[in-house]
C-alpha cells in the first residue's frame, strides 16, 4: 500500500483520538444502561453479551467517521456505532422464528422510517432507542436523499443473509463466488456505515459504486471472522463452514482481499485504509498461536503489511 494510505491511516487515528475516542466511549456505555434496563433477563443477558463481546466491532465502525467534515462526526459516529449495535444484537435475536421477524426494525431504521417494535416485545424501549438513533442519524446527513436507496438494498442484504443463515443454514449455490457472495451479504453492515458517511458528505463517489466497494471488504470480514472464531473454538459460522476444506477457505480469504483492495484503491487513499483497519482489527482479536503467528498469512494482501502493522498501533 502506498504512503498516502499510511498518511490517510496516521490522519484518521490522530482524528478519532482527538474528535471521537470519549464520545464512543460515553455511547456504548449508555447503551450498556439502556440494555441493564431491558425487563425480560434472557433479552438483558443477550443485549450484554453482544455489547462485551462484540463492542469493539462498534467502536472500529466510526472510523470510518473521521472521513466526514468535522463539524458532522459527532453525530455520524453515534450514527454508525448506534447501527453496529442494533445489527449485531438482532444477530443474536434472530437465532429464533420470532427474532428473526425483529430484523425489520433494522431494515426500517436504515431506510429512514417508523420501526415497527411491538409493543409487547421484551427489549422494545431498548430496539426503540437504538432504531430512533439510526434513522434520526441518518436523516440528519445533507445527502440523505442521495443514499436511501441505496441503504435500503445495503440492509435489506443484510437482514435477508442474517435469516438464511439461522434458519437452517445456508444453502449451496449453482454460480461461482456463491459463497463469497453469501459472506459479503452477512457483513453489508459495513456497506450501511459506508452509505451512511456519503449521507454526511455533500460530494462522494455514487452510492451504489460504494456499496460495490465496501461489499469487497465485508465479504472478507465475515471470512476473517469466522477465522478468528474457529481459532478461538467457538461455534463455526455458516459462512466459514460453507468451505469444503481449509485450503479453499484461505484461498478465498486471499481473493477476497485483493478484490477488496483493487475496487477500495479506486476510491482514494481513505478508503483503502479501510482495509489495513479491517485486518488490523482482527488480528488483534485473534489469538496467538505458540509460533506467533494470528491470522494465516493468506490475510495479508501483497504489499499491504507495512499498512497493517500502521493501522494496528494507531487505529
Known amino acids: 500500500m502506498s504512503l498516502r494510505v499510511s498518511l490517510a491511516l496516521l490522519t484518521a487515528g490522530v482524528r478519532h483520538r482527538r474528535d471521537l475516542h470519549r464520545l464512543v466511549d460515553r455511547e456504548l456505555d449508555g447503551w450498556e444502561q439502556h440494555a441493564s434496563a431491558i425487563p425480560d433477563p434472557d433479552l438483558r443477558g443477550l443485549a450484554l453479551e453482544k455489547l462485551h463481546a462484540e463492542g469493539a466491532h462498534a467502536r472500529a465502525a466510526t472510523m470510518i467517521a473521521t472521513l466526514a467534515p468535522r463539524a458532522r462526526r459527532p453525530l455520524l459516529a453515534r450514527t454508525i456505532l448506534a447501527t453496529e449495535v442494533l445489527y449485531d444484537y438482532l444477530d443474536g435475536r434472530s437465532e429464533t422464528s420470532t427474532g428473526r421477524e425483529m430484523l425489520r426494525v433494522f431494515t426500517d431504521a436504515c431506510a429512514m422510517r417508523h420501526a415497527r417494535v411491538p409493543a409487547s416485545a421484551g427489549d422494545h424501549d431498548y430496539l426503540t432507542s437504538l432504531a430512533l438513533t439510526v434513522s434520526r442519524g441518518l436523516t440528519a446527513q445533507p445527502s440523505a436523499r442521495l443514499v436511501g436507496p441505496q441503504l435500503v438494498v445495503a440492509a435489506q442484504r443484510a437482514a435477508d443473509a442474517q435469516t438464511r443463515a439461522h434458519a437452517g443454514g445456508l444453502t449451496a449455490g449453482t454460480w461461482d463466488g456463491w459463497r463469497e457472495q453469501l459472506a459479503g451479504a452477512g457483513a453489508s453492515v459495513l456497506c450501511v456505515h459506508a452509505l451512511a458517511l456519503r449521507a454526511a458528505l455533500q460530494d462522494g463517489p455514487g452510492p451504489a459504486e460504494l456499496d460495490g466497494a465496501y461489499f469487497e471488504l465485508a465479504t472478507l470480514a465475515t471470512l476473517l471472522d469466522g477465522l478468528v472464531d474457529r481459532a478461538r473454538g467457538e461455534s463455526e459460522s455458516?459462512?466459514?463452514?460453507?468451505?469444503?476444506?481449509?485450503?479453499?477457505?484461505?484461498?478465498?480469504?486471499?481473493?477476497?482481499?485483493?478484490?477488496?483492495?483493487?475496487?477500495?484503491?479506486?476510491?482514494?487513499?481513505?478508503?483503502?485504509?479501510?482495509?489495513?483497519?479491517?485486518?488490523?482489527?482482527?488480528?488483534?482479536?485473534?489469538?496467538?498461536?505458540?509460533?506467533?503467528?494470528?491470522?494465516?498469512?493468506?490475510?495479508?494482501?501483497r504489499g499491504a503489511r507495512p499498512a497493517v502493522a500502521l493501522a494496528s498501533l494507531v487505529l
Open 238 to 301: 455458516p459462512y466459514v463452514a460453507a468451505y469444503d476444506s481449509p485450503g479453499r477457505l484461505i484461498e478465498a480469504v486471499a481473493l477476497a482481499g485483493a478484490r477488496a483492495r483493487t475496487r477500495l484503491h479506486a476510491l482514494g487513499p481513505q478508503h483503502e485504509m479501510m482495509l489495513a483497519g479491517l485486518v488490523a482489527h482482527y488480528q488483534a482479536a485473534a489469538p496467538r498461536t505458540p509460533g506467533g503467528a494470528c491470522l494465516p498469512s493468506a490475510v495479508y494482501i
